[in-house]
Every structure is written in structure tokens, then in C-alpha cells.
Antibody, heavy 123, light 110 residues
Framework: QVQLVESGGGVVQPGKSLRLSCVVS????????MHWVRQAPGKGLEWVAV????????YQTDSVKGRFTISRDNSKNTLYLQMNSLRDEDTAVYYC????????????????WGQGILVTVSS | QSVLTQPPSASGTPGQRVTISCSGSSSNIGSNYVYWYQHLPGTAPKLLIYRTNQRPSGVPDRFSGSKSGTSPSLAISGLRSEDEAHYYC???????????FGGGTKLTVL
């Protein structure tokens, strides 16, 4: 069955870096765009970034531009989120999610999500 | 402040039909598909509706999406206690070049 498993979360000081990974199985990873979505404590869902099936196109929300980088390794069935210059407001549960499509014509998180990984930014 | 606007709460009794609205602008809802998600605390969000009114396989037909003009909505008929959750709408925004979510609606089954 389809599985998405996030890892790499934890407690980190403001200004430091962290890299999240999302290993997938149960579907052809290289055929789908992938997203990162987060939920801060007590808040709603917030979209973070998307990458096309081949990594050639990416979009990010304004609040993480210049700090976060989404990438993928199709040979390892793995999605990444490199998070630099972390801020208190980046504290959240981060989810990886599969898009329904390969390209970024109508991107949106789709039918499969991971369980989420907690990132806490605190001194 | 979310780009898409949803009522913060909704409620109904078992068996009732409830609807949740989502409002936005011409750059998102007005020109792109709307997606709806169900989220229970501590679990992975679940896609309920894609492309405004399409249901993924496995989602009960009690859940339906529609759009009247630029006003999409999610309807849940035959309300059940297990439907108590947070519901979110989302869409691509052509101006922001980003996926935007609504603030979420907490549904309570009385």
C-alpha cells in the first residue's frame, strides 16, 4: 500500500538548519509532483512548497523563500526539505503529500499524506 | 490571515446535512480547481474532493463538492459522529504562485 514516512525533525535553535526527508513506497514516485505542508501548534494547514515529478519546477510560499529548498531523488524514492535560517514561527508538524498529477498545471496536495514530523525551533 | 475564507465552525446533528463555504478571489477560486480535506488531530489530512467536485475512490458519496459562481462549498449529508473534524479548502493562486488554504472549519456533531 501507499506509504509516506517523514523523518529528520526535532528541536533546533533559531538560525540553525534541518533537513526533512520523506521516503515513499507503494506508487511510482517519479511520476508525481510532491508537496510539503505544515501545521503550526493551534493553527490550520499551511502549504510550504511543491516540486514537479522530475524536479524541474518548484514553487514555495513567500515566508520560506530564500530559506527552504524542496528537492527530490527519484532513484531513492525520497523527497527532501532543506530548512535554513529557521525561525520560531517555523515550529510546526510538517507533512509530505503526493499530488494527483506529475506536472504543476494544477498543483495541490492529493490523495496520500505522511503522518507528519514535528519541527520545534526554540532556544 | 488565510487567503481563502471559511467559517471557523459548523455543527449539525446525526443524519443532518451541513455545508461549509469557502471564499476567495479571481486569482484562486475564480480560475482554479478547489480541493477539500478532512483533518483529525494527530492524523494525516485526507483528501475528500478534488477538481472542485470529484471524489477520490474510497470517499463516501455523503461528501460532495460544488461551486456556484465563485463560491465553492463542501456538503456532508447523513452526518455521522465520525465526521467531527476540521475541514479545509485549498486552491492554486495564479498571482501568488502558491497553493492557498482556508483557515479551516471545525465541524461538531451534536
Amino acid at each position: 500500500q501507499v506509504q509516506l514516512v517523514e523523518s529528520g525533525g526535532g528541536v533546533v535553535q533559531p538560525g540553525k538548519s534541518l533537513r526533512l526527508s520523506c521516503v515513499v513506497s507503494g506508487f511510482t514516485f517519479s511520476s508525481y509532483a510532491m508537496h510539503w505542508v505544515r501545521q503550526a501548534p493551534g493553527k490550520g494547514l499551511e502549504w510550504v512548497a511543491v516540486i514537479s515529478y522530475d524536479g524541474s519546477n518548484k514553487y514555495q510560499t513567500d515566508s520560506v523563500k530564500g530559506r527552504f529548498t524542496i528537492s527530490r531523488d527519484n532513484s531513492k524514492n525520497t523527497l527532501y526539505l532543506q530548512m535554513n535560517s529557521l525561525r520560531d514561527e517555523d515550529t510546526a508538524v510538517y507533512y509530505c503529500a503526493k499530488d494527483l498529477y506529475s506536472t504543476l498545471l494544477f498543483p495541490a496536495p492529493g490523495d496520500s499524506w505522511g503522518q507528519g514530523i514535528l519541527v520545534t525551533v526554540s532556544s | 490571515q488565510s487567503v481563502l475564507t471559511q467559517p471557523p465552525s459548523a455543527s449539525g446533528t446525526p443524519g443532518q446535512r451541513v455545508t461549509i463555504s469557502c471564499s476567495g478571489s479571481s486569482s484562486n477560486i475564480g480560475s482554479n480547481y478547489v480541493y477539500w480535506y478532512q483533518h483529525l488531530p494527530g492524523t494525516a489530512p485526507k483528501l475528500l474532493i478534488y477538481r472542485t467536485n470529484q471524489r477520490p475512490s474510497g470517499v463516501p458519496d455523503r461528501f460532495s463538492g460544488s461551486k456556484s459562481g465563485t463560491s465553492p462549498s463542501l456538503a456532508i449529508s447523513g452526518l455521522r459522529s465520525e465526521d467531527e473534524a476540521h475541514y479545509y479548502c485549498a486552491a492554486w493562486d495564479d498571482s501568488l504562485r502558491a497553493v492557498v488554504f482556508g483557515g479551516g472549519t471545525k465541524l461538531t456533531v451534536l
